[in-house]
């Protein structure tokens, strides 16, 4: 069957979608399965496509749906212009973007251009030609260090644990040379100085937007360029963190060049009707470094990966806030807002962890459990001051549902590398990334036809599946339908933050106005006491229940209207 792949005519307004959309990701394997395997696939996101132009969202992400062995989910791409049978074949990748368009949603997809799959061709030729030889000059091969190259190029540690580098035998069968991955040993990183890794990535991206795709999520955007001469570097890894003691720069992260990656891949988007767009996943800090990538030349977004961590505390939160819409001012984009992903502990569990520990990299069934109610409550309220703000928004598949994160997944089923190579110290970001609820009362919470799921779900998962929540104007669910529906209203991710509002250590206050009129006045309570809100305040939506008393109780958010 061939699908004529002519875009419609999705809405273009004054202000480019993308600078205040909000964009929802779908983690393929998780979302909702046709055939009955127990991992998610293409025509089971195409089924759901009405669900989220329901909701109100604007766009999709999609993780990576390319062929791979999937060591690492998929990141791990051994045919970027393929799509993997686990999630379908190439036709269903144009019905799910013929769909999506149809239904008003933007489709954008994940590249990964930091490593491939060690099943990659080019990996491959690599390790069957010489060392000096044309193919391994793709990735970063290089001879160890000791007497007889037994030791490792550098010190750098892996960011999955463990070292950075692996040796290979040579095409006779002897150890020779080692090659670098910063995450697992089945992803090499690609030497991006190599002018046909460039284009073979610019052919790529051209493939795709071709094919009618409106974007890219650009998977470790700061990681492309390595510092000259690879210097050591001993410290431990932690995830995707981009920066070292001190605020110091690795140098593996941020180096200046990859900036010139992302202006000719800009020129290339530019060439292309419609608005496509590029968001760097790039764990980058201060903001005013993380602003660099989206400078007017450069890509569209940045996740505020700030805001993710910041502590569930007034002053963190503003501070985090107002760094980064003074950092995304001084080059003109906008500001880009996310809460959770596939890569951290949900926010309605996380946010119960006490405010100072450090972001864990997942949670297992030994370590405390956290407190679901509690966890749901911040969630919701977190939520909806991310909704409130100027600029773009990133919801996670879920998250629009209340789920927490599984905190009790059974070792056994555990598929996170960064599990395995930390040899089981570290619980991973399995339980984020388990298969979604649909049908309380179906096996395997209506997922899949047959019950299958390729993590197990929570029994709790039961109380959070969406048919459950469906016209509940208590559920999750409706809450962000209303609050996805009075953002578009009031044009609130057009508009701007005012003026903060008091300067109470338990209160977090702002307002904001719209672009379609309209100030709003965003409040959410942290202290234990509860804080009264201004007499005659029109309620517009309250992350949890007011009480009957009208006050503003702990770890809620209130909109209120003028
Ligand atoms: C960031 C992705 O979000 C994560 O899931 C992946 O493991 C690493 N990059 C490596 O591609």
């Given at each position: 069957m061939s699908i004529v792949l002519e875009r419609p005519a999705l809405s273009e307004t004054a202000s480019p979608w993308w600078r205040s959309a909000v964009i929802y990701q779908v983690y393929p394997r998780s979302f909702a399965d046709s055939d009955g395997d127990g991992v998610g696939d293409l025509p089971g996101i195409t089924a759901r496509l009405p669900y989220l132009s329901g909701l109100g969202v604007d766009a999709v992400w999609l993780s990576p749906v390319y062929r791979s062995p999937m060591a690492d989910a998929g990141y791990d791409v051994a045919d970027y212009r393929v799509v993997d049978p686990l999630f379908g074949g190439s036709e269903d990748a144009d019905l799910l973007i013929a769909e999506a368009h149809r239904l008003g949603l933007r489709v954008v997809l994940d590249l990964v251009p930091n490593h491939t799959s060690a099943e990659h061709e080019w990996f491959r030729a690599a390790l069957d030609s010489p060392a000096g030889s044309p193919e391994r000059a793709r990735y970063l091969f290089r001879d160890g260090r000791g007497e007889s190259g037994e030791l490792p190029p550098n010190t750098w540690r892996s960011v999955f644990g463990g070292p950075a580098w692996t040796r290979v035998n040579g095409p006779d069968g002897t150890p020779g040379q080692w090659y670098l991955h910063l995450f697992d040993d089945t992803q090499p990183d690609l030497d991006w100085t190599h002018p046909q890794v460039r284009e073979e990535f610019e052919d790529i991206l051209r493939f795709w937007l071709d094919r009618g795709v409106d974007g890219f999520r650009v998977d470790v955007a700061h990681g492309l360029i390595k510092a000259d001469g690879l210097p050591d570097w001993d410290h431990e890894q932690e995830l995707l963190d981009g920066s070292g003691p001190g605020g110091t720069r690795p140098p593996m992260w941020d180096q200046d060049g990859v900036h010139d990656v992302y202006r000719s891949w800009r020129r290339l988007l530019d060439s292309y009707d419609g608005e496509r767009m590029l968001v760097a996943e790039a764990w980058v800090e201060p903001a005013e470094r993380l602003a660099r990538y989206v400078r007017p030349d450069e890509m569209h977004q940045a996740f505020n990966f700030a805001f993710l961590s910041a502590a569930w505390r007034p002053a963190d939160l503003r501070v985090s806030i107002a760094d980064s819409l003074e950092a995304?001012?001084?080059?003109?984009?906008?500001?880009?807002?996310?809460?959770?992903?596939?890569?951290?502990?949900?926010?309605?569990?996380?946010?119960?962890?006490?405010?100072?520990?450090?972001?864990?990299?997942?949670?297992?069934?030994?370590?405390?459990?956290?407190?679901?109610?509690?966890?749901?409550?911040?969630?919701?309220?977190?939520?909806?001051?991310?909704?409130?703000?100027?600029?773009?928004?990133?919801?996670?598949?879920?998250?629009?549902?209340?789920?927490?994160?599984?905190?009790?997944?059974?070792?056994?089923?555990?598929?996170?590398?960064?599990?395995?190579?930390?040899?089981?110290?570290?619980?991973?970001?399995?339980?984020?990334?388990?298969?979604?609820?649909?049908?309380?009362?179906?096996?395997?919470?209506?997922?899949?036809?047959?019950?299958?799921?390729?993590?197990?779900?929570?029994?709790?998962?039961?109380?959070?599946?969406?048919?459950?929540?469906?016209?509940?104007?208590?559920?999750?669910?409706?809450?962000?339908?209303?609050?996805?529906?009075?953002?578009?209203?009031?044009?609130?991710?057009?508009?701007?933050?005012?003026?903060?509002?008091?300067?109470?250590?338990?209160?977090?206050?702002?307002?904001?106005?719209?672009?379609?009129?309209?100030?709003?006045?965003?409040?959410?309570?942290?202290?234990?006491?509860?804080?009264?809100?201004?007499?005659?305040?029109?309620?517009?939506?309250?992350?949890?229940?007011?009480?009957?008393?009208?006050?503003?109780?702990?770890?809620?958010?209130?909109?209120?209207?003028?």
């Amino acid at each position: 069957m061939s699908i004529v792949l002519e875009r419609p005519a999705l809405s273009e307004t004054a202000s480019p979608w993308w600078r205040s959309a909000v964009i929802y990701q779908v983690y393929p394997r998780s979302f909702a399965d046709s055939d009955g395997d127990g991992v998610g696939d293409l025509p089971g996101i195409t089924a759901r496509l009405p669900y989220l132009s329901g909701l109100g969202v604007d766009a999709v992400w999609l993780s990576p749906v390319y062929r791979s062995p999937m060591a690492d989910a998929g990141y791990d791409v051994a045919d970027y212009r393929v799509v993997d049978p686990l999630f379908g074949g190439s036709e269903d990748a144009d019905l799910l973007i013929a769909e999506a368009h149809r239904l008003g949603l933007r489709v954008v997809l994940d590249l990964v251009p930091n490593h491939t799959s060690a099943e990659h061709e080019w990996f491959r030729a690599a390790l069957d030609s010489p060392a000096g030889s044309p193919e391994r000059a793709r990735y970063l091969f290089r001879d160890g260090r000791g007497e007889s190259g037994e030791l490792p190029p550098n010190t750098w540690r892996s960011v999955f644990g463990g070292p950075a580098w692996t040796r290979v035998n040579g095409p006779d069968g002897t150890p020779g040379q080692w090659y670098l991955h910063l995450f697992d040993d089945t992803q090499p990183d690609l030497d991006w100085t190599h002018p046909q890794v460039r284009e073979e990535f610019e052919d790529i991206l051209r493939f795709w937007l071709d094919r009618g795709v409106d974007g890219f999520r650009v998977d470790v955007a700061h990681g492309l360029i390595k510092a000259d001469g690879l210097p050591d570097w001993d410290h431990e890894q932690e995830l995707l963190d981009g920066s070292g003691p001190g605020g110091t720069r690795p140098p593996m992260w941020d180096q200046d060049g990859v900036h010139d990656v992302y202006r000719s891949w800009r020129r290339l988007l530019d060439s292309y009707d419609g608005e496509r767009m590029l968001v760097a996943e790039a764990w980058v800090e201060p903001a005013e470094r993380l602003a660099r990538y989206v400078r007017p030349d450069e890509m569209h977004q940045a996740f505020n990966f700030a805001f993710l961590s910041a502590a569930w505390r007034p002053a963190d939160l503003r501070v985090s806030i107002a760094d980064s819409l003074e950092a995304s001012a001084t080059v003109g984009a906008p500001a880009t807002w996310v809460l959770s992903n596939h890569d951290v502990v949900r926010h309605t569990t996380r946010l119960t962890l006490p405010a100072d520990a450090p972001r864990p990299n997942g949670i297992g069934a030994t370590d405390p459990q956290p407190d679901e109610q509690l966890g749901l409550r911040r969630g919701r309220a977190a939520s909806m001051v991310m909704l409130s703000l100027p600029g773009s928004a990133y919801l996670y598949q879920g998250e629009e549902l209340g789920l927490p994160e599984h905190t009790t997944l059974p070792d056994e089923t555990r598929q996170d590398p960064a599990w395995f190579r930390h040899d089981g110290t570290v619980a991973g970001r399995d339980g984020c990334r388990v298969p979604l609820p649909w049908h309380a009362d179906r096996p395997g919470f209506g997922f899949s036809p047959t019950g299958a799921t390729w993590l197990p779900q929570p029994e709790s998962f039961g109380r959070y599946a969406a048919d459950v929540q469906e016209g509940d104007p208590a559920s999750t669910l409706e809450l962000y339908r209303r609050a996805l529906r009075t953002r578009a209203d009031l044009g609130l991710g057009t508009g701007e933050l005012v003026s903060w509002a008091g300067s109470d250590d338990a209160v977090l206050a702002f307002r904001v106005r719209g672009s379609e009129g309209g100030e709003v006045l965003v409040m959410t309570n942290f202290g234990p006491e509860p804080a009264v809100l201004p007499a005659g305040a029109h309620v517009l939506l309250s992350s949890s229940p007011l009480d009957a008393d009208g006050a503003l109780h702990t770890d809620v958010t209130v909109w209120l209207a003028g």
